[in-house]
């Protein structure tokens, strides 16, 4: 069985530009969760989404938006890149909102 | 969210068994203590997960206290591929403010040494 899925696996953008990431969950999850990895730190926790709408939202800056699509699909968006955003951002798919989460290999951004 | 402490660094040797603490003293009683691991530069990779009882699968066992202040997680005969980051989390049923969200902390960084 397919896990889940991001792309792209690697980025690099400039300051203020913007990026859209990429997110297929495991087939029959319902829910895709997004967290921002910066070197050395855990995950920490950006958006939560089942059933196309929003259920939970970290401490991130409105830059930051995400979807969900019919196919329970998502896309994380970043505005107006700062220097810091540099970091893996990983995607985590569940059956429903408090289930395990199983998490995607990630896509790392560069912002120079 | 019920905060987690965890030794920075531990080391095992192959085939002996990892025993990785955690403590979470402040947990309530509709909040579940999940492991996830992760291996340099890979997603997180989910473990194991319980709430008072101890819990067992392929992976691993997860031994709670009976005041669920503390936890173990045991890998019976660790691997040089059981190398990485052990993350201890609390995670709050519905409509706990840690509800859906994993909140990571810093882990403890496994090593297993032939």
Redesign the interface.
Known sequence: DAG?TQSPTHLIKTRGQHVTLRCSPISGHKSV?W?QQVLG?????IF?YYEKEE??R?NFPDRFSARQFPNYSSELNVNALLLGDSA?Y?C?SSFG??Y???????TRLTVT | DAKTTQPTSMDCAEGRAANLPCNHSTISGNEYV?WYRQIH??????II?GLKNNETNEMASLIITEDRKSSTLILPHATLRDTA?Y?CIV?G??GGTS?????????TILTVHP
Request: cysteine-free.
């Open positions: 889940v969760s967290y730190q855990g995950p920490q926790f939560q259920r939970g970290g893996l990983l985590a909102i408090s395990e989460q199983y998490f995607g290999p990630g | 999940y530069s890979q997603g997180p990779q989910y997960h980051v993350y995670r049923l519905a509800y859906g969200k994993l909140t990571f902390g810093q882990g």
